[in-house]
């Protein structure tokens, strides 16, 4: 039995692995890779195996790295099924509904363009059609229960604690002696995570694929970063103008609310109008509120005490395009919370366009960046952007506050390492710019006197025999 590592292989996007045990082959995650132009050719190759041999796919959770390319697996001949938590069968619907039209929009938008220079049309990655062709072959499987896709082959689900619905997946391949327990990590969320419960920790492994996000550092702990958004938040309210926050729609903009709630209730909010520029969000923190059977204690706590996520008197979810566009003449200081968290596309350009030249704005940066994206150069200290084909000058004071993470930071992981004390898993680490991986590789080297191998794309690890 072996693995090989189409995607987040030395890189955080792109999630994809081949599972194979004797004739059976189960894909793990398919995710799209984000950020560049690289990243953009590499999503639009063919696979690098072979669809229709696939007996089974097996999705982490509903983020576009992990799911974004499923369309394009059934364009090219999957019919089977598709097996994920109901939650992250919720959210991924809307993701990729959204992630159809983002690139049928920019095909035709590129196509427009190229046409004016006598260059051929483009066409979409994948298409809503392609969605349609894939949902239908979603299958829920809950958490904690053993379910068995194939013969000789269960898997088990536990809370990842990352988002809605993210899966730790703990594969058993094989019987008697030969048999060899597999985890895959999926993303791990932090500890103290807004909302949802904290990652699960598991004793037993063989082997284990493990994610390195932030394997080379800590974020800052949950007191300061909250402290550190307040202040902020207070000096934008002096200065008078807007707080642009870049977030995903699904997950950070959620967190984010809860944490604003927090303030409010404690009377620490300096601001009386937030506003989620994303229909996106929308319907997705109506789908948390839907599934609060998820959610930490503290949260269900809150919930008997009257807490509602998606009815605070003092956030706004715009609905139309009229709405959003309405914002840009909102004199009040206000929060603006949009996607995309990168800023590589969606409403936050708008937003961007209208404050980034303006020196009372603030930008508030609270997830990952990723290299060649627009929220990497404005982290980076530029002078000015690119925003929907224009250079805009950078006026705007640029925060970045790193405790909102969901994932993991380097000692989440390293202690979730240590749960597996019934043997050293074979660890191969996955989901990390290469600095990071080096890091997590040597303090796991050091703790468990094992080398994690760090797979390059293509590559292909033996974990037990067939
Ligand atoms: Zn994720
Ligand atoms: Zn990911």
């Given amino acids: ?35 560049t132009r690289e ?18 796919v097996v999705l982490s959770h509903a983020h576009l790295d992990h799911c ?19 939650a992250t069968i919720a959210l991924t619907e809307i993701i990729l509904r959204d992630s159809a039209h983002i690139q ?36 829920p499987v809950k958490y904690w229960r053993d379910f068995q896709p194939l013969e000789e082959v269960t898997f088990r689900f536990h809370d990842a604690g990352h988002i809605l619905g993210s899966a730790i997946t703990e594969f058993e391949l094989g019987s008697g002696g030969n048999m060899r327990r597999l985890v895959m990590s999926g993303d791990l969320g932090p500890d103290h995570q807004a909302l949802i419960r904290d990652p699960e920790t598991l004793e037993h492994a063989h082997a284990l694929v493990m994610e390195s996000t932030y394997g080379d550092r800590d ?43 927090e303030l409010d209730r404690e009377g620490r909010l300096p601001f009386r109008e937030v506003y989620i520029d994303s229909p996106m969000a929308l319907t997705t923190t109506g789908l948390y509120c839907h599934n609060a059977g998820l959610f930490d204690d503290e949260t269900v706590k809150l919930i008997e005490q009257g807490f509602e996520l998606c009815d605070l008197d003092f956030v706004h979810f715009t609905h139309s395009v009229e709405d959003s566009k309405a914002l840009n003449e909102l004199k009040r200081p206000a929060i603006i919370i949009a996607a995309s968290g990168m800023c590589t596309g969606g409403r936050v350009l708008h937003h961007l366009k209208h404050n980034l030249w303006r020196r ?14 627009t929220g990497r150069q404005l982290v980076d200290g ?36 240590d749960h597996f004390t019934k043997g050293n898993p074979q660890t ?39």
């Fill in 360 to 373: 009372e704005a603030h930008v508030v940066f609270v997830g990952y960046q990723g290299r060649g994206t």
């Fill in 382 to 417: 530029a002078k000015s952007v690119r925003v929907y084909g224009e250079q805009i000058a950078v006026k705007a004071q640029i925060h970045t506050i790193n405790g909102f993470s969901a994932h993991a930071g380097r000692s989440d992981l390293l202690r979730w390492h």
């Fill in 428 to 466: 191969m680490l996955v989901h990390g710019e290469e600095d990071s991986m080096a890091a997590l590789a040597e303090a796991l080297e050091h703790r468990r006197h094992a080398k994690p191998a760090m797979p390059k794309e293509g590559e292909t690890i033996s974990f037990g025999r067939d």
């Fill in 1 to 35: 039995m072996d693995i090989t590592f189409y995607g987040a292989a030395r890189e955080v996007t792109g999630s994809c692995f081949l599972i194979r045990y004797r004739d059976r082959r189960i894909l793990f995650d398919c995710g799209m890779r984000q950020g």
């Fill in 68 to 86: 974004g390319l499923l369309p394009k697996l059934a364009a090219a001949g999957y019919a089977g099924p598709v097996y994920a938590t109901p």
């Fill in 219 to 261: 974020h800052r702990p949950k007191e300061e970063t909250l402290a550190e958004f307040e202040k902020v938040l207070h000096e934008a309210r002096k200065t008078g103008g807007h707080v642009i926050i870049p977030a995903f729609a699904v997950g950070r903009t959620q967190s984010l609310i809860y944490r604003l709630a």
């Fill in 39 to 56: 990243a953009d050719r590499k999503n639009r190759r063919k696979f690098s195996f072979d669809p229709g041999k696939l007996d089974a």
């Fill in 104 to 139: 049928e929009s920019d095909a035709e938008r590129e196509t427009r363009w190229r046409e004016r220079k006598g260059k051929s049309a483009v066409e979409p990655n994948y298409t809503t059609e392609d969605v349609e062709k894939v949902l239908p072959l979603f299958k």
